[in-house]
């Protein structure tokens, strides 16, 4: 199968979640908006007024005849398919719940640096950034992290399925790299509180098409666009 | 089937798009913690140190040997088995992608009144949340109504599949319902912009199953802990 992935070009961004589970399984993949008119391609699907099925925002991903939009749904499709999720219902929904929290804790990651508005640039809310990134540390990280920290714990292996590598980890490894990226002062005081996590992370890293994949032109670095974004005053 | 559902008993909150779905099916369903010892019982679950499959918060849905956790995960496990969802995978997913971008614009319901941090008062964050609503208000409630309002006039049908209900007509109605109490006058003005998804919200408030659970006890009055909260100062 020939993948079709859609996403701004210049940002990991939640496409990236998408880019990673791909890579690893060695997926033929298209990203289509980082080639020639590919940005005017994407609008034209996300602006048509008559679309039965039209998508909210990217990362969206054509399957042949399907059109599948929002990061975690795309993940749910994609799993079986790339063997990064299992087949039977049950192991498939668990791995979509973690994902799911995943999203949610990307989601409150993004908003330490633009909790007013997305509408609004960081400088017109620098003040309230400051405040919300303090309550995260403080209270989310700990939470989130521990959390995946006790599912890794109790899962019999090294991945959240237990032995067997899934999206969701290939997403875990994403979410740590973000977090160094962007407040590398108390990631690094953090870490020590998930070192299964973090274990995790830097299994991911060495994986052959990973390392690859990293070290290669279609990883876009992360930059002050994204879901990631480095403030020195952010990182205390 | 019984299903036993695990909620905060004192809100409608992400709970409510579960229970509606389960009322409108007319399944039986226990609201666990809202039986004498359920919160105890609820949060024995969440705390479970060895559990394998913890649920990160509620609401989580058991359902024979499964657990469930995450909002729009238990409306996809549902969905084929209440009939509110179609069987085939390309329906499936369509529904579910559209309750993932209905979970992202009620999470930005709420976080008008909670901009900086879930940790803090909203009289701690009030400021923000003043120039949160205006942002959520001109910018996105018209994007996310407006999509959805493209979703049904090109469904082919008055519902978001067409002619047949799924949960996320439900969860749509539940989103209008939650924006009428906490922005009434604003949304007086909004809602000439989104005909036809008043016309759904008000033919789901009269279909007999809905209009009995929402006449009954079951259903829990808005109040001010839940997604949707009242302030006037924040209603202009």
């Known amino acids: 199968m020939r993948y079709e992935l859609y996403y701004w070009p210049e ?16 997926a033929y993949y298209i990203d ?17 007024a008559r679309a039965r099925h039209p998508p909210f925002a990217p990362p969206f991903l054509r399957a042949g005849k399907h059109m599948i939009a929002q990061t975690a749904n ?13 087949r039977e219902e049950a192991g498939r929904l668990w791995v979509h719940q973690l994902q799911l929290t995943i999203s949610d804790f990307v989601e409150e990651t993004h908003d330490t640096h633009h909790p007013i508005s997305v509408s609004l640039y960081y400088e017109e809310q620098r003040a309230a950034a400051k405040r919300t990134t303090a309550e995260f540390w403080k209270e ?13 714990t109790n899962s019999g292996g090294n991945c959240v399925l237990g032995r067997k590598l899934s999206y969701a980890d290939l997403s875990l490894f994403q979410a740590i790299e973000g977090l160094r990226y962007a407040f590398p002062k108390r990631m690094k005081r953090f870490e020590r509180r998930v070192p299964r996590l973090i274990a995790l992370h830097d299994r991911i890293a060495h994986r052959p098409r990973i390392a690859a994949y990293l070290a290669s032109e279609r990883r876009i670095p992360f930059n002050q ?9 952010l990182d205390a």
Chains 1, 2 share one sequence.
Request: proline share 4%.
């Open 32 to 48: 289509v908006a980082r080639g020639a008119g590919g940005v005017a391609a994407m609008t034209k699907i996300m602006n048509d």
């Open 11 to 26: 940002i990991q961004g939640r496409g990236e979640f998408v880019r990673l589970a791909l890579e690893e399984a060695g």
């Open 140 to 152: 989310r990280v700990p939470k989130f992290l521990g959390y995946f920290e006790r599912v890794l």
């Open 225 to 233: 666009w994204g879901i990631y974004r480095y403030y020195a005053e």
């Open 74 to 86: 795309i993940l749910f499709y994609l799993g079986p398919r790339l063997g990064s999720s299992p």
